[in-house]
């Protein structure tokens, strides 16, 4: 499929508060709609819309999207259903380039800088890949993604990844234990690693342009 032929987001990034949000990924156009029909179909049943409504479809996305944004921690809200969100929000948003076939790859959902405003937008900015990710999330594509911690300088990287890692951020850590240069988007997992412990699987998201995936060189041994 050539850019000019995209009708879907590879990922949909959302940065809530500070460094924090989710980075989403959307393996198909099936799968991008899949995810907004999980939220907009129930929705309009509920309310009595017309899924055929446009401007009813947007409203009600934006009008969830807002809610989560509001109070992002409610119980409500969770990955799978802000994910849903998020994708039915941005399919009405770009509506005229899916028509067109020229979605952007990647999409960020974050705050209007100088108000309370929320900006769905075109994130080019993950396609120039500084060597050092933008954003680490723990999820891989063929889940979904999940949650991310986003860093706007190499030092804010740094001093992340040199921190102690605690339950609620660990991630950025080992991929800056691991890797010396990485594309835009790390993701990783954890999986069964030897014996009883856990290992980490890292994958690396350069949306079809060139990037530098480098390993650090392990220090030398002691004789």
């Not at 989403?24 to 009595?48: I, Q």
């Not at 509001?70 to 770009?94: D, G």
Request: proline share 7%; glycine share 10%.
């Amino acid at each position: 499929m050539t850019e000019r032929q995209r009708r879907h987001p590879d990922a949909i990034l959302v940065r809530v508060k500070g460094e924090t949000g989710f980075g989403f990924t959307y393996l198909s156009e099936g799968d991008f709609n899949l995810a907004a029909d999980h939220f907009l179909l129930p929705a309009l049943h509920y309310s009595g819309g017309d899924a055929g409504d446009r401007e009813q479809n947007r409203t009600l996305a934006y009008d969830f999207l807002w809610r989560y944004f509001a109070k992002p921690h409610a119980r409500e809200f969770f990955r799978e259903n802000i994910r849903w969100i998020v994708a039915a929000a941005a399919r009405e948003k770009f509506r005229a380039a899916i028509d067109a076939g020229a979605v952007p790859r990647v999409l960020t959902i974050e705050r209007r800088h100088g108000d309370d405003g929320i900006v769905i937008r075109d994130a080019p900015e993950y396609l120039e890949h500084p060597g050092y990710p933008l954003a680490v999330v723990v999820g891989k594509p063929g889940y979904g993604g999940g949650p991310a911690h986003f860093f706007d300088t190499a030092d804010a990287y740094a001093k992340a990844g040199a921190s102690k890692p605690s339950q609620e951020v660990w991630l950025p850590q080992i991929v800056f234990r691991l890797y010396a240069e990485t594309p835009s988007v790390v993701m990783g997992m954890p999986k069964p690693g030897k014996g009883e412990g856990l290992a980490v699987e890292c994958v690396a998201l350069s949306f079809g342009r060139r990037a530098r995936l480098r390993e650090r060189k392990a220090a030398p041994r002691a004789k």
